[in-house]
């Protein structure tokens, strides 16, 4: 299996620290963002990374050279300024990511634990499986739902979760989009309409490091769990 990460955000909220640093190379608990991923990846088993750019990528190719220094093997997906969002950065990267079904990881969140036990093979008729994680302060309404394994839309009486950023998808999902700019939430849709979305729920300490205030407060609780 090889893994995606998703590294081509701006990273405007996370302003004034993003406008001379891409967000993934901001440091939480010694080390920046990406590196976590990577470490983890690596202690998967999964050696072979895809990353894609677009906000400061020489600064990422830079830093992260061609993996090496952390047991892995990158291959970089350069996309244009602005970028491709997500559904349209993982379409480009298709070329790199081979055959098989392949892990994808937002480069600006961070996940207690190991990333092994969460490689599950897809279910036959999935598309996708998304881990889905419990609402944080700053979305509280959540994402999606989930029914005997698959994600389904929002309903009453049934909790909603939030799309933790980690996910694993076949190649046949993207590979009829047309090239370009295009957001992931749309195929989510319609995979769900097709009960083609797989998932389930994470019971781990996740944090979407999307703003300053949010990075302070996980540099310093990584601070005192290192320093006990």
Known sequence: MRAMILAAGRGERMRPLTDSLPKPLLTVGGKPLIVWHLEKLRAAGITEIVINHAWLGDKLEAALGDGRQFGVQIAWSPE???????AGGIRQALPLLGDDPFWVVNGDIWLAGEYGPLLCPLAP??????WLVANPPQHPAGDFALAEGLVVGKAAGRPSYTFSGLACYRPAAFAGEPPGRAPLRPLFERWIAGGQLAGAYLDRAWEDVGTPARLAALDGRLAQEQGA
Do not use: N, S
Not at 80 to 86: F, Q, Y
Not at 125 to 130: K, M, Q, S, V
């Open 80 to 86: 244009a300024p602005g970028g491709l969002e997500t």
């Open 125 to 130: 008729a999935a598309l996708g499986h998304l």
